[in-house]
């Protein structure tokens, strides 16, 4: 009877141990301050970490937010290759970091540096909390806490800091609807999500990892890491991002595959339904197009010898007909920068709001030796296009 009593309890253990790189509830209680539970005045805290998947064992602590300070009062670790974690939490405001790696939805391959995420949740006492920890929810994290420490409430923080992101990445994306908080997005449709939601969701978290991806072979040790925090301090700062990671942002949404992207996250979120980015990527692709058919004329003719700009027109300006296909844009401007340095450092000409498709100045005020000029649309929802650019000779 004792060998049958063990033979069972192997085969119990065994059974368990088998399931360790499954998924499991985000409703489970497990975890937790020392295996405490639901005693006391806890209740527990549940959800996933996405930057692409976290991997299994990797780190989150929740810090209780008072004021200035912070102080970690739980730490659990991820369960399984799926990013899910669960563990039991005072009430109160709570920011939950992720500190692993994980699954890079476009190489399909699992990230080499740890990265950490960030979300921050005010706990409600009674009610079980399930959240998603992503990279939308780093980007603002910072933010709606500087707003609550100024006296807002949590509810109006978070919409304001996330409303913050999206005006800062609309220089991308332009303006793409979402209906709920970041902290309830995740990368596939999960019960309880909105399918939209999540399509921004992993289309930003595909976007900030092809971008990284490509950056990395120019400049080795750029991160994902270096990329967050580049721009969670223009989200804090209120400040457009820089014009070199907006480059690399904009280059890196030409080269998503939808379909490839959907079939790596289907391959390790075994049963779920990935979020349909590639409505996203059509969404986002058509305003990064820059100003076409960019040509350049000096007209000799004029008295005040003039250097002529023509864009977005079939006509080239050293043809006449280009005339007739000058107009004045709606819906979007353009902003033009004339240089004598190819790097646009200190443009002779700056402007922007201009919404003609046609520019002309005099050479007087370009000087003389080659000049670079180059233009792009700035769309009313915020989307910049990529830049137009040519060089002429002055004279």
């Given at each position: 009877?004792?060998?049958?009593?063990?033979?069972?309890?192997?085969?119990?253990?065994?059974?368990?141990?088998?399931?360790?790189?499954?998924?499991?509830?985000v409703?489970?209680?497990?975890?937790?301050?020392?295996?405490?539970?639901?005693?006391?005045?806890?209740?527990?805290?549940?959800?996933?970490?996405?930057?692409?998947?976290?991997?299994?064992?990797?780190?989150?602590?929740?810090?209780?937010?008072?004021?200035d300070?912070?102080?970690?009062?739980?730490?659990?670790?991820?369960?399984?290759?799926?990013?899910?974690?669960?563990?039991?939490?005072?009430?109160?405001?709570?920011?939950?970091?992720?500190?692993?790696?994980?699954?890079?939805?476009?190489?399909?391959?699992?990230s080499?540096?740890?990265?950490?995420?960030?979300?921050?949740?005010?706990?409600?006492?009674?009610?079980?909390?399930?959240?998603?920890?992503?990279?939308?929810?780093?980007?603002?994290?910072?933010?709606?806490?500087?707003?609550?420490?100024?006296?807002s409430?949590?509810?109006?923080?978070?919409?304001?800091?996330?409303?913050?992101?999206?005006?800062?990445?609309?220089?991308?994306?332009?303006?793409?609807?979402?209906?709920?908080?970041?902290?309830?997005?995740?990368?596939?449709?999960?019960?309880?999500?909105?399918?939209?939601?999540?399509?921004?969701?992993?289309?930003?978290?595909?976007?900030?990892?092809?971008?990284v991806?490509?950056?990395?072979?120019?400049?080795?040790?750029?991160?994902?890491?270096?990329?967050?925090?580049?721009?969670?301090?223009?989200?804090?700062?209120?400040?457009?991002?820089?014009?070199?990671?907006l480059?690399?942002?904009?280059?890196?949404?030409?080269?998503?595959d939808?379909?490839?992207?959907?079939?790596?996250?289907?391959?390790?979120?075994?049963?779920?339904?990935?979020?349909?980015?590639?409505?996203?990527?059509?969404a986002?692709?058509?305003?990064?197009?820059?100003?076409?058919?960019?040509?350049?004329?000096?007209?000799?003719?004029?008295?005040?010898?003039?250097?002529?700009?023509?864009?977005?027109?079939?006509?080239?300006?050293?043809?006449?007909?280009?005339?007739?296909?000058?107009?004045?844009?709606?819906?979007?401007?353009?902003e033009?920068?004339?240089?004598?340095?190819?790097?646009?450092?200190?443009?002779?000409?700056?402007?922007?709001?201009?919404?003609?498709?046609?520019?002309?100045?005099?050479?007087?005020?370009?000087g003389?030796?080659?000049?670079?000029?180059?233009?792009?649309?700035?769309?009313?929802?915020?989307?910049?296009?990529?830049?137009?650019?040519?060089?002429?000779?002055?004279?």
């Amino acid at each position: 009877m004792k060998n049958t009593t063990k033979l069972a309890l192997f085969i119990l253990i065994a059974l368990l141990l088998s399931c360790g790189g499954e998924s499991f509830s985000v409703s489970s209680n497990d975890g937790g301050i020392s295996g405490t539970g639901n005693g006391g005045s806890k209740s527990s805290l549940t959800g996933s970490a996405y930057k692409g998947p976290f991997i299994q064992d990797s780190e989150v602590d929740v810090l209780k937010i008072e004021g200035d300070t912070s102080s970690v009062v739980a730490s659990s670790q991820v369960r399984a290759n799926l990013g899910d974690f669960s563990l039991e939490v005072e009430p109160g405001l709570l920011s939950v970091a992720t500190t692993g790696r994980y699954y890079d939805e476009t190489e399909a391959t699992y990230s080499n540096d740890d990265v950490t995420l960030k979300a921050l949740v005010n706990k409600d006492p009674e009610q079980q909390a399930n959240i998603f920890v992503n990279a939308l929810t780093l980007l603002s994290h910072d933010y709606a806490v500087e707003l609550i420490n100024l006296g807002s409430s949590y509810e109006q923080a978070t919409l304001e800091a996330d409303s913050r992101v999206k005006n800062v990445l609309a220089a991308v994306t332009g303006d793409i609807p979402t209906s709920q908080p970041f902290i309830n997005m995740s990368i596939s449709n999960r019960a309880g999500t909105t399918p939209e939601d999540n399509a921004y969701a992993l289309y930003i978290s595909s976007l900030f990892s092809e971008a990284v991806n490509e950056r990395r072979i120019e400049e080795p040790h750029y991160t994902m890491n270096t990329l967050l925090s580049t721009l969670r301090a223009d989200v804090l700062n209120n400040d457009a991002i820089d014009e070199i990671t907006l480059l690399s942002l904009q280059e890196a949404n030409g080269r998503l595959d939808a379909a490839s992207i959907q079939q790596n996250l289907e391959a390790v979120l075994i049963g779920e339904t990935i979020a349909d980015i590639g409505s996203v990527i059509e969404a986002v692709s058509p305003g990064l197009i820059s100003p076409s058919n960019l040509s350049t004329f000096t007209d000799t003719t004029n008295p005040s010898f003039s250097q002529r700009f023509c864009f977005d027109m079939e006509a080239v300006c050293s043809n006449p007909e280009h005339k007739a296909e000058i107009i004045t844009v709606s819906g979007f401007s353009y902003e033009l920068q004339i240089d004598d340095n190819a790097d646009f450092s200190s443009p002779i000409v700056d402007l922007a709001g201009w919404q003609r498709n046609y520019y002309d100045i005099e050479h007087a005020s370009l000087g003389s030796g080659t000049r670079y000029f180059r233009v792009r649309k700035s769309y009313d929802d915020g989307q910049l296009s990529l830049w137009a650019q040519t060089n002429f000779v002055v004279p």
